[in-house]
Every structure is written in structure tokens, then in C-alpha cells.
């Protein structure tokens, strides 16, 4: 069961999910990075304040916006997503779901397939097919923010139906291949990044992502460091 969300509070959402996915999947780039600086675009966010892991994180970032900003800075931004997310080898923080699910770490595995036959059945299509795992986090966390826009457009259409099976969508995808181990990717993010920056956003993300399935009963669970349903 889900909470209703209004279409303000949905396209909210969305924005959050869209730049969450361009921070772990996109090269920083220097316009992007400059105008974040300028307009100060971490002091806040338009969903999730209400979240500790949020607030950590947009506080983080900003810090590092609050820095003299050259050309040196954001050279070191780029080769520290690089070595994060991207590597010569081995990235220090992976961002695929079948790094941390699949047994030895096997990348291409059956969850990127399955990943892959949600973006199919929602009629997406990655641009670098066959050459990079669908299961990347930023991959899916712009799927589900593409998910969350079409709900909104369901609502303002009042196909409720329609709405319904979308909201319940997001709630199977972020269960089945994002939240097992979104915890343990944001250890690593945190454990490896240099900058306040990707440590932010790895707070972020991982707030961001369990701040929303609170809207589907599921929490996590400090304790155990695993998301589960409340009250299970």
C-alpha cells in the first residue's frame, strides 16, 4: 500500500531522482558545477528536508559550494567521479546493483537483465547498450524518477487506475533491485570519497531513496543496516 502523493509533491520528487541519477552518472560538467555553485542550488531541496540522510547531504555539498570555485577544484571533482563511479579498473565505490548482489561481483549478471526488461517495458532504452551494466544506480534512479512523472501525468489526467499501477511499479523496482544494497554502497561512497561534495551525495541519494519508500511502508532499519517493511 502507498501513500497518495499530490502532482506538486510528485514533480518534486522527480527533480530530486533526475538530479540524484545526472550527480552519480554524469561527468561533472563545468556550466553544471557553476551554477551550482552560484545559485547555491544544495542549500535545499524540494522533497526529503524532512530526512536526516538529506539533510547531511545537502549540507555537504554545499560546503564544498561554499569554497572558492576555479578550474583546479572542478578537474579534482571530475578525476574523484571517475575513480568513484567509473575507474580504470575497479571503481572505489561501484554502482552497480550486481556488484554487491551477484556472487564474485559478476557484472551483466540476470538482475541487469531483469533491470533491463523494466526500461524495455516502459519502452527505454540506455545509450550504451551491451557496453555498460544497466544496473548502474544512476541508471535506476532516473528510471524511477521517469516512473514518478508519468504517475504525476496520470493524475493530472485522473486515471487514478493508471496512477495506482505506476506507484505500485516503483514500489516493486526500488524493493527488488535498489534498496538491498544502497546501504552498502553508501558505505563505500563515504568510506572513499575525498571531497564533501560525493560524500554529500552519497548521503543524498541513499536519503533521498529511503525517505520515498517510507510512501510504501518500507524503512530502514538502523539496527540492521537493511530496509524492511514497517512494523516487520
Not at 524493493?175 to 538491498?180: A, I, Q
Request: charged content about 25%.
Amino acid at each position: 500500500m502507498s501513500i497518495p502523493y499530490d502532482q506538486e509533491t510528485l514533480a518534486c520528487v522527480e527533480a530530486c531522482f533526475a538530479a540524484a541519477s545526472r550527480l552519480l552518472y554524469c561527468e561533472p560538467d563545468d556550466a553544471e558545477v557553476a551554477g551550482q555553485v552560484e545559485q547555491r542550488m544544495f542549500a535545499e531541496a524540494p522533497f526529503g528536508m524532512d530526512d536526516a540522510h538529506v539533510r547531511a547531504g545537502l549540507t555537504a555539498m554545499d560546503a564544498w559550494c561554499d569554497e572558492p570555485f576555479d578550474e583546479e577544484r572542478l578537474a579534482a571533482l571530475k578525476r574523484e567521479w571517475f575513480r568513484l563511479f567509473v575507474g580504470a579498473g575497479t571503481p572505489d565505490a561501484p554502482s552497480w546493483e550486481s556488484f554487491y548482489v551477484d556472487p564474485n561481483s559478476q557484472l551483466f549478471s540476470k538482475h541487469t537483465l531483469e533491470v533491463r526488461a523494466w526500461y524495455q517495458r516502459y519502452g527505454l532504452k540506455i545509450e550504451r547498450l551491451h557496453a555498460e551494466p544497466d544496473d548502474h544506480l544512476g541508471l535506476m534512479l532516473g528510471f524511477v524518477g521517469h516512473l514518478i512523472g508519468l504517475e504525476a501525468e496520470a493524475r493530472a489526467e485522473n486515471d487514478e487506475r493508471r496512477a495506482a499501477e505506476l506507484a505500485h511499479d516503483q514500489e516493486a523496482f526500488l524493493v527488488e533491485h535498489v534498496l538491498p544494497w544502497l546501504a552498502a554502497w553508501r558505505y563505500s561512497v563515504n568510506e572513499r570519497a575525498a571531497s564533501n561534495y560525493f560524500r554529500g551525495a552519497g548521503d543524498f541519494v541513499f536519503g533521498l531513496c529511503a525517505c520515498y519508500a517510507r510512501r510504501f511502508d518500507v524503512a530502514f532499519d538502523e539496527d540492521g543496516q537493511v530496509f524492511k517493511r514497517m512494523g516487520g
